[in-house]
């Protein structure tokens, strides 16, 4: 029987093999923390100020948590004068002599961006999914892969005429920071993040900063287009991946657009990335990671581990499968019962593989998100062996 923490596994399958730096040798100071006992209007403002969008908090110098917009904004409502530690989320504590690529393990599954470096319980560095790629841009194994070989090719995105609060469930249900604005035909136009999101909901333009953030909750009838950034950073599939991450860093993105000819034809993340990297680490097994469920019931995890298990097998007889994650995101309705909406991705030695779902029962949603996957994975297959026919009869 698996025996796996929850939200994570690794089934036995193949693997590759990867050398990698330890976090002492990437790791920074951090740019900004807050205390214990400091309010939420305190670190809005800082976040602000910096330009930051995760901050951790400590007390004296033992890390507790981190404050994020998603963590603000994923709840229905927030007290400017809360106290940090109310809303903060967990966060891994990194070793300085971890491996980076199982920092990038950590992260990854937690769903943060950056996590405190600890020494003795004491916060002695920070590193972030930005220090990481930095130094993933420089792998062998990456340079040579190009953006379209594991960009998202079905992005989700609004339109300028959309309202912020439709974006803010995209970017919940996604777990993504950040969503491309289009117009007709596809054009891409602009962007919206975090950021803008969170602009509207804590101080709306035309009226005094609330007392709250609306958070979860309904807020002002805002548009995309009225606070979209309409200078959106986009590569073309064809680039490489290390020009890619020198996009991401000099100009400080957690998503780039992918773009010919105008039309907006995929997305590429930090996640993309470290998901490819966590690929490359010599393991017994395909990584797995569960996200956004909210639920602490093993019971669940193992079935879902179950199902996950046995479709890596029958995908492994076609492409040998690096990594698996799956974000739920759970609608409640009509009392105790919710929706389930699922976006899986697969990272396997040749590309990356992706399929969404929505069902009334989670196992039911796993299943139609798997099935899609392997079906998708099949016609590829299907499609390279008439193509080598073709070639052979030539």
């Not at 916060?123 to 194994?141: A, H, K, L, Q, W």
């Not at 509207?200 to 309904?218: A, H, L, Q, Y």
């Not at 010919?260 to 690929?279: A, F, H, N, P």
Request: positive net charge; hydrophobic residues 40%.
């Amino acid at each position: 029987m698996l025996s796996a923490p929850a939200g994570q596994g690794v089934f036995t399958l193949k693997a590759t093999e990867i050398g990698g730096l330890l976090v002492r040798d990437i790791m920074s100071e951090p740019r900004m923390t807050v205390s214990k006992g400091e309010t939420v209007s305190d670190v809005i403002s800082r976040m602000k100020k910096g330009r930051v969008r995760e901050i951790p908090v400590l007390e004296g110098e033992k890390p507790l948590g981190l404050v994020s917009y998603y963590s603000l904004l994923s709840r229905r409502n927030v007290s400017l004068s809360a106290k940090v530690e109310h809303i903060m989320i967990p966060c891994p504590r990194l070793e300085e002599d971890m491996t980076v690529i199982g920092a990038a393990e950590e992260l990854v599954s937690a769903g943060v961006r950056g996590a405190p470096v600890v020494r003795n319980n004491k916060m002695v560095g920070f590193v972030s999914r930005t220090d990481m790629i930095r130094v993933m841009g420089e792998m062998d194994e990456l340079r040579k892969r190009t953006v379209g070989s594991i960009m998202s090719a079905t992005p989700i995105s609004v339109t300028s005429d959309e309202p912020v609060r439709k974006a803010q469930i995209l970017m919940k249900e996604l777990n993504e920071k950040t969503l491309p604005v289009i117009e007709e035909e596809n054009r891409l136009v602009g962007a919206i993040g975090m950021t803008e999101v969170m602009d509207v909901v804590w101080s709306p333009r035309g009226s005094k900063p609330p007392n709250e953030i609306r958070g979860d909750r309904e807020p002002a009838d805002v548009r995309v287009g009225s606070v979209m950034n309409r200078s959106p950073v986009f590569v073309s599939p064809a680039n490489r991946l290390d020009k890619a991450i020198s996009t991401m860093i000099s100009k400080n993105l957690s998503t780039v657009f992918v773009s010919e000819e105008g039309k907006l034809v995929g997305v590429l993340s930090q996640t993309d990335i470290m998901e490819l990297v966590i690929s490359l680490r010599p393991q017994e097994g395909v990584y797995v990671q569960i996200t956004g469920l909210d639920a602490e019931d093993p019971e669940i995890y193992e079935a879902m581990y179950d199902m996950i298990g046995k479709s890596m097998k029958r995908i492994d007889k076609i492409q040998s499968p690096k990594v698996f994650s799956v974000h739920v995101s759970a609608y409640h309705q009509d009392g105790l019962k919710s929706k389930y909406s699922l976006g899986a991705r697969l990272t396997t030695d040749r590309r990356m593989y992706y399929s969404k779902a929505s069902d009334w029962q989670l196992y039911r949603a796993l299943d139609t998100a798997l099935d899609m996957m392997e079906k998708g994975i099949k016609k590829e297959h299907e499609k390279q062996i008439a193509a080598r026919r073709r070639r052979q009869s030539l």
